[in-house]
């Protein structure tokens, strides 16, 4: 178990930097890692890379559906792209492409999708992904990702660039709440758990794992003890780590900064149906758009707060005693 800092404090590196750091250290290292970007550059912070190492990283424009198509063909030559854009773009823009010539062709490419849900702020609707994990996790063999700090991108990156396949990784482009060692390990299918406790327990993934810690806080305060796991590894998904859980508090309480119908949410269902029936309350945006706004009111609009989750626990757990 990882012991989480209770201080719930921002790190001083963006995550856009982490990533566009990473990539100029393994574009440097490996000469065929090709980073690709739809005029967002200076969005992510890979601008660097292009001044220092232009044939490296390729700018297709706002094109992300042919975006995806040249990842594929360098690919099948032998190169290893990472391609860059907002979440929407990489998935719901450029999901043909990337199912056809990405993985039904078997080919390797490396997706980041930025600005993950409501940290989209004042890009608004049209740029405000509560789709993506749903549509990526829908495709044959992807490994599908949702970061929570810095330490997990980075050791992502570096993991996936080894791996063949389609990685998808979500992730916000500003500072996250720091959770992790940097010598943390972070493997596919394995769940982290941040905290334990016998009463509910609490599966989050991105910014909703602080979030949830906040709510553990206050729960402990009303006698509720509650086990909160950061599942960053939304496919494949722990499904041992799940069901041993479930059996333990008998209560679930997912929480994740997308749609209840597709991602974390829908994928713990899945398993609990199957291997476990257990109560369960879902956190998340509910049959809503995107909108323009600042985090903190965009959170509070689409009940994705620490006090969200902690009501969502008192209702489980008075249900276990009926």
Do not use: W
């Amino acid at each position: 178990m990882i012991t989480a800092s209770k201080n719930y404090e921002l790190e001083s590196v963006e995550m856009r930097q982490v990533y566009a750091n990473t990539l100029m250290e393994m574009a440097k290292a490996n000469p065929q890692v090709i980073g690709l970007e739809a005029d967002l550059m200076s969005a992510i912070s890979t601008n660097k890379i292009i001044k220092e190492i232009p044939n490296q990283l390729i700018n297709t424009g706002i094109m992300e559906a042919n975006m995806m198509g040249v990842a594929a063909g360098l690919s099948l030559t032998g190169r290893i792209p990472f391609v860059h854009t907002f979440g929407q773009f990489a998935t719901r823009r450029a999901f043909d492409q990337l199912f056809i010539s990405g993985a039904y062709a078997k080919t390797n490419i490396k997706i980041l999708g930025s600005d993950s849900g409501v940290t989209a702020e004042h890009n608004g609707g049209t740029h405000m992904a509560f789709e993506d994990l749903g549509l990526v996790r829908l495709i044959p063999n992807c490994h599908v990702y949702e970061v929570s700090d810095s330490t997990m991108l980075r050791y992502l990156l570096l993991k996936v660039e080894k791996e063949h396949g389609i990685h998808y990784i979500r992730t916000i482009r500003k500072n996250a709440v720091k959770l992790y060692p940097e010598n943390e390990v972070f493997e596919a299918g394995k769940g982290k758990v941040l905290r334990e406790g016998e009463d509910v327990t609490i599966i989050a993934s991105g910014i909703m794992v602080a979030e949830s810690l906040k709510a553990a806080d206050i729960l402990q305060q009303q006698g509720i003890k509650a086990a909160v796991i950061d599942m960053f590894t939304i496919k494949p998904i722990d499904k041992d780590l799940i069901v041993k859980y479930a059996q333990t508090t008998k209560a679930i309480v997912t929480a994740e900064n997308h749609n209840i119908i597709g991602g974390l949410g829908s994928a713990v269902a899945e398993v609990l149906s199957e291997h476990c029936p257990t109560l369960m309350k879902r956190i998340g945006v509910k049959e809503q758009f995107g909108q323009v706004g600042k985090l903190e009111y965009l959170k509070e609009f689409y009940q994705l707060t620490a006090s969200d989750i902690t009501s969502a626990v008192e209702e489980v757990v008075m249900s276990k005693k009926d």
